[in-house]
């Protein structure tokens, strides 16, 4: 099956600094990728869907410009959480996947612990 | 999506099977059941899906109402490893494009 690596996988950092979180696709084209947001003890939140080459779409709530993506490639999307703060302390999750058809798979990446203080 | 609903939580003892039920009644004729799950600390990993036929692999078995309005996802044995948060998830194949929408899930514990 696929392999989504995600980096780091900690990160701990200072209020009003950036941070960013890298999610690669190591053996397939990702056209398209998905970040969530999870906090203790809830189920995963989708933030956003990114896609290559193009613009991400944000779910409703999600600041765009808090959040930034990129997905230069066929292999890596990035989420920076710009100037920081300590709600946004969370787990972060990106995902490959949503294909067509019924053998489409969604892959996961292992996750990022973000702790601002 | 259509809609899914799961216990909260389930114990179960190591060795012994668990059986997981879902049900979605609002299930539409080309959704497929999905089943994740999350360890702790960790991302959601596939374990099973299917459409109308029960299905088996390495990992657990899934069986599909006649009705489709309920699933059940069954671990033979569990292990202490399969603590973890269960997700049934239905998806459309035509969706493409768009991600998984998670519920709450059930948190399974195991004992030894």
């Known amino acids: 099956g696929a392999v989504v690596s995600q980096h780091p996988s900690r990160v701990i950092c200072k209020s009003g600094t950036s941070v960013k979180i890298e999610c690669r696709s190591l053996d397939f084209q990702a056209t398209t990728m998905f970040w969530y947001r999870q906090f203790p003890k809830q189920s995963l939140m989708l933030m956003a869907t990114?896609?290559?080459?193009?613009?991400?779409?944000?779910e409703q709530g999600v600041e765009k410009d808090k959040f930034l993506i990129n997905h230069a490639s066929l292999t890596l999307s990035t989420l920076t959480v710009t100037s920081a703060h300590p709600e946004d302390s969370s787990f972060y999750i990106c995902?490959?996947?949503?294909?067509?058809?019924?053998?489409?798979?969604?892959?996961f990446g292992s996750g990022t612990r973000l702790t601002v203080v | 999506d259509a809609k899914t609903t799961q216990p909260n939580s389930m114990e179960s003892n190591e060795e012994e099977p668990v059986h997981l039920p879902c049900n979605h009644s609002t299930i539409s004729g080309t959704d497929y059941i999905h089943w994740y799950r999350q360890l702790p600390s960790q991302g959601p990993e596939y374990v099973i899906h299917?459409?109308?036929s029960n299905v088996n692999n390495r990992m657990a078995s899934l069986a599909i109402a006649e009705d489709r309005k309920s699933s059940t996802l069954i671990l033979h044995r569990a292990t202490l490893r399969d603590a973890a948060v269960y997700y049934c998830?239905?998806?459309?194949?035509?969706?493409?494009?768009?991600?998984?929408?998670f519920g709450k899930g059930t948190t399974l514990s195991v004992s030894s």
């Open positions: 990114s896609n290559e080459g193009s613009k991400a779409t944000y």
């Open positions: 299917g459409l109308t």
């Open positions: 995902s490959t996947g949503g294909g067509s058809g019924y053998n489409y798979g969604y892959t």
């Open positions: 998830i239905l998806r459309d194949p035509n969706q493409a494009g768009t991600a998984l929408i």
